[in-house]
T-cell receptor, first 117, second 113 residues
């Protein structure tokens, strides 16, 4: 079955540091890929998405590139802020060849990010 | 526009009682999902409704769990004879896009004493 593996956390950085959170996946076909963020005490928010190979999703300074050859979707940000402290989840949605994405999302285990001033 | 809403935001119940959790999806979204988030298990899929099709119940952990979606909109997740291991945050999401972007509500935190 489908699966998503994220790097072990938690991750602690100083403000303005470079961030990478690794995500790899196992799925048939060409799934759609997502990063969600959960701020303390809140629900999940869609951060960015990519729907086909070599697509780059970006939002709020975060980026992730859909790498079919390495089945990866690593999240990066060049300069983190204290306000980026949250839990980050990588997820995939199954998509048959030539079809549309549907059905449950499969999530990674989440990575806790803490940014210190 | 309005996002996904869930009620109640918190629910404390005694072991053995039944509980109902409600989800109002984004207007016009045809798909509705329930997930459960707990410390030990991460994010688990529970059930999925798509339009008028039969729901995908493959994630429900036991027959104590059931859900319905009335009129293609509001959904209720019911847990009968609650157990302490049911304590978790129950999340609802809806989607209507080609790429299945799911938008989540704030969740209901269930505590079973």
């Amino acid at each position: 079955g489908d699966s998503v593996t994220q790097m072990e956390g938690p991750v602690t950085l100083s403000e303005e540091a470079f961030l990478t959170i690794n995500c790899t996946y196992t799925a048939t076909g060409y799934p759609s890929l997502f990063w969600y963020v959960q701020y303390p005490g809140e629900g999940l928010q869609l951060l960015l998405k990519a729907t086909k190979a070599d697509d780059k999703g970006s939002n709020k300074g975060f980026e992730a590139t859909y790498r079919k050859e390495t089945t990866s979707f690593h999240l990066e940000k060049g300069s983190v802020q204290v306000s980026d402290s949250a839990v980050y989840f990588c997820a995939l949605s199954p998509k048959p060849a030539g079809g549309t994405s549907y059905g449950k999302l499969t999530f990674g285990q989440g990575t806790i990010l803490t940014v210190h001033p | 526009g309005a996002g996904v809403s869930q009620s109640p935001s918190n629910k404390v119940t005694e072991k053995g009682k039944d509980v109902e959790l409600r989800c109002d999806p984004i207007s016009g979204h045809t798909a509705l999902y329930w997930y459960r988030q707990s410390l030990g298990q991460g994010l688990e899929f529970l059930i999925y409704f798509q339009g008028n099709s039969a729901p995908d119940k493959s994630g429900l952990p036991s027959d104590r769990f059931s859900a319905e979606r009335t009129g293609g909109s509001v959904s209720t997740l019911t847990i009968q004879r609650t157990q302490q291991e049911d304590s978790a945050v129950y999340l609802c999401a809806s989607s209507s896009g080609t790429h299945n972007e799911q938008f989540f509500g704030p969740g209901t935190r269930l505590t079973v004493l």
